[in-house]
């Protein structure tokens, strides 16, 4: 209904919502005693003219179509008497009769939000800049822990971020308490955190904080990664596959069904009738598996030549998670693989 109609009303109550069930929803009423309050669905028009009072219910709304013009289908019912007899329509409202359903009608104010949309758009748009300034990670040795990489934070194109806007970026593996806060976005290299190889990607997590109304918008951005170490495929192996047991089991996925490996694997877990399988070189048919895959194309021979490379040291060619005599056997086979 229009603001301006509401208003050439006196007052205006709505049907209380405790009065009402979900068609279909049982209530605790048996049935027995006076009929129930709840559940209503009729509309009850009252009106006063001169002396007498008119009280008419029924399934209509009050619409033109209902009362008027006879487009509708309704049944009403309509008690006429004297004002002294049926009260006056104030007395009908009262809270000791139709009142006890009714509750006073507050029109509905949809939240001012402008605000916190104008600060999205500010946010989204710091967002496309930082996109735009081309970030870059450089991976430097760390002098003070070889086993560590120093990861630089440049943005090759530098842009302007708005003073009330607050950035935070952070590498995106170990998380954002190892990242730091920006005031610019220009080309100096900042140091974003000093990392172990295996945990460096070329991914940011990036979060925008509006201050003035504490929106916020986080988000991950994509880098190019410069000076990245060759061995950082070796490093997440070696993280992954930690002793001789592991070896054996990666080799074993390497060489077998890779369903079939995966019920090997679980087997080998809860003891059942794979477990020992690859407990040493002796005790799995990785021999016979490795035959079998030289006999064909010999593809699964060529990964396990990659990973034996990658987990040996290249000087040496030694590896504590590579047990010798799997050493002493692939030397064998390097000598016959498919080239």
Known sequence: MKPETLARFGKKYVLDEMAETEDGEETEDTGTGPVPARGLHA??????????????????????????????VEVFATLSGRTSDLGTVEEQLTPDRLGRYLREFVPFTPEDISVELAADRRLDETRRRLAV???????QEDPADEERIRLLLEFR??????????????????????????TNID????????????????????QLHDNATGVTQE????????????????????????????????????????????????????????????????????LEDMVRALSGDGRQLRDIERLVTRLSDPDTGQSDVIPEEFLDLWATFRQVLPK
């Open 43 to 72: 509309k009850a028009f009252i009106t006063e003219r001169y002396s007498s009072t008119e009280i008419t219910m029924g399934s209509g709304n009050a619409t033109a179509p209902a009362l008027i013009g006879g487009e509708n």
């Open 219 to 286: 988000f991950s951005l994509g880098t190019e990664l410069i000076d990245l170490r060759d061995t950082r495929t070796a490093e997440i192996l070696r993280s992954i596959i930690e002793d001789r047991e592991k070896f054996l089991r990666y080799i074993r996925i390497l060489l077998g069904d890779v369903s079939g490996a995966a019920k090997a694997l679980f087997a080998a877990g809860q003891g059942g009738i794979f477990s020992g399988m690859f407990g040493s070189g002796q005790e799995s048919p990785i």
């Open 187 to 206: 080309r100096d290299e900042r140091l974003l955190a000093r990392l172990a190889l295996k945990d460096v990607t070329r991914w940011i997590g990036v």
């Open 157 to 182: 194109k530098s842009t302007q971020l708005p003073h009330d806007i607050a950035l935070r970026i952070w590498p995106l593996v170990p998380g954002r308490e190892h990242g730091i806060n920006l």
């Open 133 to 139: 300034a081309d970030p870059a990670l450089h991976c």
